[in-house]
């Protein structure tokens, strides 16, 4: 199966603006923001969709939350902010993420 765009992304093959990094977690600026601040939050390992998380990946999802709470400070957003996951249809790229958006 071809890699996707985000495990692209995340092994460097296409460019991208990373906001953060660490062996668990990437965060980017979203292609076509739908806000002021359009944030990607992706795990590293590929996961399809939140369907698809296993028993023993939950715990990417607690790294994620911190690493938000984290933007949301850093980046002043915590008058106004959203958080959203996609699946099904709505999910372009099939790699679990989550949206950071603030006006």
Avoid: W
């Amino acid at each position: 199966m071809e890699e996707c765009l985000f495990c692209k992304i995340i092994k460097k093959e296409v460019p991208a603006k990373i906001v953060y990094e660490d062996a668990d977690v990437v965060v980017f600026p979203d292609i076509t923001p739908k806000a002021r601040v359009h944030l990607l939050i992706v795990p590293t390992a590929h996961i399809k969709s939140f369907l698809d998380l296993r028993e023993e990946q939950l715990s990417v999802l607690t790294k994620m939350s911190k690493v938000v709470q984290r933007l949301i400070v850093d980046q002043k957003l915590t008058r106004a902010y959203q958080l959203l996951f996609n699946g099904g249809k709505h999910q372009h790229v099939p790699h679990l993420h989550l949206h950071l958006m603030a006006e």
